[in-house]
């Protein structure tokens, strides 16, 4: 189940533009809908987006939902208290129902409440932002909270293109192909010596390298020779 607050549907189907995922998407739109407020003798409350939220999970079955750029939303509330007791009430619904639920929201210095709360609220706090280094816009992700387990707290790049979310944990990279380990000698014992006893590693790149005279050419054909001996 997909609830938008800021962009029309059309518009993210437009965008998303594969069937075989939007087949499997229902969506609603609070846009333009001011029914799902409730302003009647108490002060303004999500009671009209959670019946309608409630209805369609019910009716569908869906127990994943998504409400993209949620903070639009809380602007219509008149102080932050409000709008921390609204969200906490939504998350408790979720849990309640056993639905999985992931919020988009912008960053709270561009809204006039703050929308912090959600950090300390909900169980994953994923933070995405748009950096300039260099004159270059690099994509960071870091997980500022995950509740109840270990996880990487560093700033991550990544990228999105048409294959979709690419991201690169550059700290967390380790070398775990296993390294090549068949050797071969160059039958010259000091230099098997000074390579580790057994010669060179089959399928390396070794570079010889020093003056014109100094035997480079006659080093190589000694090691080719040895090579072709060996059946290598």
Known sequence: MFATFDESIKSIKQFVGQPEILNNIQFLDFTTAPEMLHSGSKAVDLSGLLIRIEYAITKSGAKKLVLDAFD???????????????????????????????????TPAGYEYSTDVMDYASDTTILLQQIMENG????????????GRPHGTNQYPFTIDRDGVTILPVTDTALTA???????????????????????????????????????????????????SAGI
């Open 72 to 106: 639009t939303m809380l602007l219509n509330f008149d102080s932050v208290g409000m709008v921390h007791r609204e969200i906490h009430r939504v998350f408790h619904w979720c849990r309640q129902h056993g639905v999985t639920l992931v919020a988009t929201t912008g």
């Open 136 to 147: 270059l816009m690099t994509r960071k992700l870091r997980v500022l909270k995950l509740r």
């Open 178 to 228: 296993k390294p090549q380990t068949r050797r071969y000698k160059t039958n010259i014992p000091e230099l098997d010596r000074m390579l580790g006893e057994n010669g060179l590693l089959l399928n390396s790149i070794t570079m010889i390298s020093w003056q014109s005279g100094s035997g480079n050419s006659l080093l190589t054909y000694k090691i080719m020779a040895s090579a072709l």
